[in-house]
């Protein structure tokens, strides 16, 4: 069965800084891996798709990475800013058929001003 | 430009009350899903329907009925709620057979029964 862990759990940072969240899975036969960023009280918002043949994808100041033989995914923040201040969830789809996908915990990030 | 509506916001039950959680979306999108939020965990698949007519158990659908009522509407039915229930449950639809395409979410159900 498919684990998918992020660590760490919550995390505070001053604003201007570059942060890492990590995302670990326990299954390394995966179709794609999504990030996705949760604002409290709302929904999930997808933020960046990484499909199992890529290697990263970036969008303005995310960059995430995927290394599908080490079960391991990171997204990168540049440049933080309070208004990153939300909580970051990674989901692993298992393959094209399926419609399933397997949530992390979720990171809850504070960008402090 | 709506998306996904949820309905209700808020709702608090009492053990062995059922009720029906509604979920329409305006995107024209064959996929639906039903996910359970609960605090400190990711979300986890009730039910999902690939398309209009279909629907299949997910990941954790003891409790819970659904009905893909037309291609706009997918309903979550407890029949007898159980306080093990309490959660923030999450309605999702994404266009069938695209897998570049992620999911999109409503703004989520809380509901507590006592």
């Known amino acids: 069965k498919q684990e998918v862990t992020q660590i760490p759990a919550a995390l505070s940072v001053p604003e201007g800084e570059n942060l890492v969240l990590n995302c670990s899975f326990t299954?390394?036969?995966?179709?794609?891996l999504q990030w996705f960023r949760q604002d409290p009280g709302k929904g999930l918002t997808s933020l960046l798709l990484i499909q199992s043949s890529q290697r990263e994808q970036t969008s303005g100041r995310l960059n995430a990475s995927l290394d599908k033989s080490s079960g391991r995914s990171t997204l990168y923040i540049a440049a933080s800013q309070p208004g990153d201040s939300a909580t970051y969830l990674c989901a692993v789809r298992k393959d094209n058929a399926g419609n399933m996908l397997t949530f992390g915990g979720g990171t809850r990030l504070m960008v402090k001003p | 430009n709506a998306g996904v509506t949820q309905t209700p916001k808020f709702q608090v039950l009492k053990t062995g009350q059922s009720m029906t959680l509604q979920c329409a979306q305006d995107m024209n999108h064959n996929s639906m899903y039903w996910y359970r939020q609960d605090p400190g965990m990711g979300l986890r698949l009730i039910y999902y329907s690939a398309s209009e007519g279909t629907t299949d158990k997910g990941e954790v659908p003891n409790g819970y009925n659904v009905s893909r009522l037309n291609k706009r509407e997918f309903s979550l039915r407890l029949e007898s709620a159980a306080p093990s229930q309490t959660s923030v449950y999450f309605c999702a639809s994404k266009v069938a057979g695209s897998s570049n395409q992620p999911q999109h979410f409503g703004d989520g159900t809380r509901l507590s029964i006592l």
């Open positions: 299954d390394s036969a995966i179709y794609n």
